[in-house]
């Protein structure tokens, strides 16, 4: 998320961002407390314990009933695709269960960047955190129709 801020400053998106560490109920509150175009979740990634290690690829995800917010992990997953070693990997999953697609007010999308229990995605992560967040900054400006500024 921070690698991504000077992009979307540069852009003339204005940012807020979440304290690391706080509840799930305390971002979904600073969220709905702003009027935003868009509530963007990055995490990452872990496969359930019998299938630990073993997953790996960037999953993205949208509320089930918000076309705006399929719209949004779409253009984030096609451009995913052109950084991510294995585009094939890249998926776009509608949920209806997650509460920070659910509960927020603004179009939302949850991005698990990479499943940090597999050695090759933790380390593609580890080391492409710029590139990660220019690519994310990218499909942000994309999905809210401004013209994408660098401000390198």
Known sequence: ADAMIPYLKASGISVTRNIPGDSLAQVIRQSNAGNY????????NSSPEHLAGTLQGPDVYSYTYSDAGRR????????LKTIYPNPNL?????TSTLAELR????VSVLV???YHDNYDDANWIKNN????GYNLALSVTEILGVPFVSPY
């Open 37 to 44: 175009d868009l509530h963007l979740a990055l995490h990452s």
């Open 90 to 94: 890249v998926t776009v999953l509608p």
């Open 129 to 132: 955190i710029g590139t990660i």
């Open 103 to 106: 509960r927020t007010r603004a």
């Open 112 to 114: 698990e960047i990479a």
């Open 72 to 79: 949004a992990a779409d253009i984030i997953a096609e451009n």
